[in-house]
């Protein structure tokens, strides 16, 4: 039986959070000067970026950058890309991520000068370990995939990484998903990055020290069993997740020759502790870090022989269907955990070019209108636009799950503040008991 590894253990991580959201009237605009104003130290760089004109850094006492802030968008550029005046992205620098709970801390700081949360724009989440639960090396796992003894279920589009030698290629870094992805996935060697004085990010080794991944940050060293003092190479496998829609995340998962996609709840408050991130962390595994033995029709089947065969040797043996093949056990989830499951999923689709025009405007309308019927009127059309623009994620297929979603969706704009998947639960069973009119 496979040994459970406590969470405390596991070195899950956030390693990028960056949102997008307004500035309040009250306090527009949030420039370099309003936050000197209130008490921060800026660093304000010269030039802004290719989307917004002005960026700058909150520092503490010593320098250390603690939220990174792009503003005023370039709505005169040819690179234009539906912002609004009060729009902004906050980020979080890579450091602050390993202190505390980075979520709260960006969560305060938002409400604490008015900012109005529009979406998660990029979050990443990462683990990091030595060897895989079911105890491969990662090298060795990296150099069999890229033999063909494993081959990979879901976003197979690849890029590799690494160093081509006289006697052997080695691979330290795969990456899976392309540039329009919403979710794409990276196995790396983290120890190699972090051996560079260029790379080096004393925070990550103090957490790796933590969970117990090495004993001396400093020399990156770990006493084995025996005693005996090595360097071991620490992987990370990694998943950045960047959404359009707000409060929500499209995953994809084939089946044979066919792309389903679902939009599964994606807020903060799912990233706010580490077991939270676990569970997250598991399901991304589940669909974008599942592997195959690659096996044959009539072929003899054995661990041996899947780990010494080599695609040239197998004649004209027909390839089983990927679905029909071993899985290659890497890790050893929960007991218990519920994986999110693919059912019924949205046709992909894109948001109406006019809706966004017209949502832009009234936002602009309210933010410069002081009247409160004004102000009232636009929030109601915001909020029906919002319910109509919903119906992109809501799945074709089954009447009473896509009522169920859809139902969800106008409760969570309407202001319901519980779990998505709660309310979706709770919507399920008044519809089967047909209770919910």
Same mark, same amino acid.
């Given at each position: /039986?496979? +040994?459970?590894? =406590?969470? !405390?253990?596991?070195?899950?991580?956030?390693?990028?959070?960056?949102?997008?959201?307004?500035?309040?009237?009250?306090?527009?605009?949030?420039?370099?000067? #309003?936050?000197?104003?209130?008490?921060?130290?800026?660093?304000?760089?010269?030039?802004?970026?290719?989307?917004? !004109?002005?960026?700058? $850094?909150?520092?503490?006492?010593?320098?250390? %950058?603690?939220?990174?802030?792009?503003?005023?968008?370039?709505?005169?550029?040819?690179?234009?890309?539906?912002?609004? %005046?009060?729009?902004?992205?906050?980020?979080? %620098?890579?450091?602050?991520?390993?202190?505390?709970?980075?979520?709260? *801390?960006?969560?305060?700081?938002?409400?604490?000068?008015?900012?109005?949360?529009?979406?998660? *724009?990029?979050?990443?989440?990462?683990? @990091?370990?030595?060897?895989?639960?079911?105890?491969?090396?990662?090298?060795?796992?990296?150099?069999?995939? /890229?033999?063909?003894? *494993?081959?990979?279920?879901?976003?197979?589009?690849?890029?590799?990484?690494?160093?081509?030698?006289?006697?052997?290629?080695?691979?330290?870094?795969?990456?899976?998903?392309?540039?329009?992805?919403?979710?794409?996935?990276?196995?790396?060697?983290?120890?190699?990055?972090?051996?560079?004085?260029?790379?080096?990010?004393?925070?990550? +080794? $103090?957490?790796? /020290?933590?969970?117990?991944?090495?004993?001396?940050?400093?020399?990156?060293?770990?006493?084995?069993?025996?005693?005996?003092? #090595?360097?071991?190479?620490?992987?990370?496998?990694?998943?950045?997740? +960047?959404?359009?829609?707000?409060?929500?995340?499209?995953?994809?998962?084939?089946?044979?020759?066919?792309?389903? !996609?679902?939009?599964?709840?994606?807020?903060?408050?799912?990233?706010?502790?580490?077991?939270?991130?676990?569970?997250?962390?598991?399901?991304?595994?589940?669909?974008?870090?599942?592997? +195959?033995?690659?096996?044959?029709?009539?072929?003899?089947?054995?661990?041996?022989?899947?780990?010494?065969?080599?695609?040239?040797? &197998?004649?004209?043996?027909?390839?089983?269907?990927?679905?029909?093949?071993?899985?290659?056990?890497?890790? #050893?989830?929960?007991?218990?955990?519920?994986?999110?499951?693919?059912?019924?999923? %949205?046709?992909?689709?894109?948001?109406?070019?006019?809706?966004?025009?017209?949502?832009?405007?009234?936002?602009?309308?309210?933010?410069?209108?002081?009247?409160?019927? &004004?102000?009232?009127?636009?929030?109601?059309?915001?909020? @029906?636009?919002?319910?109509?623009?919903?119906?992109?994620?809501?799945? !074709?297929?089954?009447? /009473?799950?896509?009522?169920?979603?859809?139902?969800?969706?106008?409760?969570?704009?309407?202001?319901?503040?519980?779990?998505?998947?709660?309310?979706?639960?709770?919507?399920?069973?008044?519809?089967?008991? =047909?209770?919910?009119?």
């Amino acid at each position: /039986m496979p +040994k459970e590894i =406590d969470i !405390k253990q596991r070195c899950v991580n956030i390693d990028w959070l960056e949102v997008y959201v307004l500035e309040s009237r009250d306090h527009y605009p949030c420039n370099a000067d #309003y936050f000197r104003r209130c008490g921060y130290l800026v660093d304000e760089r010269e030039y802004g970026t290719r989307v917004y !004109k002005e960026m700058f $850094t909150l520092v503490d006492s010593q320098g250390n %950058p603690l939220i990174e802030v792009r503003r005023n968008p370039k709505s005169g550029d040819s690179n234009f890309n539906g912002l609004v %005046p009060e729009s902004s992205h906050i980020r979080l %620098p890579n450091w602050m991520l390993y202190q505390g709970n980075p979520v709260d *801390y960006l969560r305060e700081f938002l409400l604490k000068h008015d900012y109005i949360f529009k979406r998660i *724009y990029r979050l990443d989440i990462c683990y @990091d370990f030595e060897y895989f639960d079911s105890g491969d090396q990662p090298q060795r796992f990296v150099q069999r995939y /890229m033999k063909g003894i *494993y081959r990979k279920i879901n976003q197979c589009e690849r890029t590799a990484h690494g160093k081509d030698g006289w006697e052997d290629c080695i691979e330290n870094s795969l990456s899976w998903g392309s540039r329009s992805s919403m979710v794409s996935t990276k196995l790396y060697n983290k120890s190699l990055e972090l051996s560079s004085p260029k790379s080096d990010k004393p925070y990550i +080794k $103090t957490a790796w /020290m933590l969970c117990g991944l090495i004993d001396n940050p400093m020399s990156m060293t770990k006493y084995d069993t025996n005693g005996d003092l #090595y360097h071991p190479d620490i992987w990370r496998l990694e998943f950045s997740m +960047k959404s359009e829609a707000d409060g929500w995340l499209v995953i994809e998962m084939v089946h044979g020759k066919k792309v389903r !996609k679902q939009a599964i709840p994606h807020r903060l408050e799912q990233f706010d502790a580490k077991d939270k991130i676990w569970k997250r962390f598991q399901d991304l595994a589940y669909h974008y870090f599942s592997f +195959k033995y690659r096996e044959y029709i009539g072929a003899h089947q054995g661990l041996a022989y899947n780990a010494l065969v080599s695609v040239d040797s &197998v004649g004209d043996k027909r390839l089983k269907r990927k679905d029909r093949c071993r899985d290659k056990v890497l890790f #050893y989830w929960d007991k218990g955990h519920e994986f999110l499951q693919l059912s019924a999923a %949205p046709p992909p689709s894109k948001g109406s070019r006019d809706s966004e025009i017209l949502k832009r405007r009234l936002i602009h309308y309210r933010a410069t209108h002081l009247m409160e019927k &004004v102000r009232l009127a636009c929030d109601v059309l915001l909020k @029906d636009i919002e319910q109509v623009e919903s119906f992109r994620f809501t799945p !074709k297929g089954d009447a /009473m799950e896509r009522m169920a979603l859809q139902l969800t969706l106008n409760a969570r704009i309407a202001g319901d503040k519980r779990e998505a998947l709660e309310i979706l639960a709770e919507i399920k069973e008044l519809l089967v008991n =047909d209770k919910i009119f």
